[in-house]
């Protein structure tokens, strides 16, 4: 069984900042994937950022130079450091684990940045 609680989220203003953190529990691979996917309402969720169990990482395009995903490999925890904040970045904030070709979510998170 593996867990996901997201933590972070919350209400910014444009160009500020926040922090997403993710910790996994339970039965958690070495070698896994782990991400951040986001919602906004009325549309499709959408990659963010993921970052392998070596530490590589690849980020939407949209996000690219303002967003940083890190890995605490020894907590199992996953951040999002979110800088420069657009209200186009309110959403709800999803942590996955892709690990035995299994998908695993968090609740989410709620993201909102007001203009």
């Known amino acids: 069984q593996v867990q996901l609680v997201e933590s972070g989220g919350g209400l910014v203003q444009a160009g500020g900042s926040l922090r997403l953190s993710c910790a996994a529990s339970g039965s958690i691979f070495m070698i896994n994937l782990m991400g951040w996917y986001r919602q906004a309402p009325g549309k499709q969720r959408e990659l963010v950022a993921r970052i392998t169990f070596v530490g590589n990482t690849n980020y939407a395009n949209s996000v690219k130079g303002r967003f940083t995903i890190s890995k605490d490999n020894a907590k199992n925890t996953v951040y999002l450091q979110m800088n420069s904040l657009k209200p186009e970045d309110t959403a709800v904030y999803y942590c996955?684990?892709?690990?035995?070709?299994?998908?695993?979510w968090g609740q989410g998170t709620q993201v909102t940045v007001s203009s």
């Open positions: 996955n684990l892709l690990q035995g070709g299994k998908d695993y």
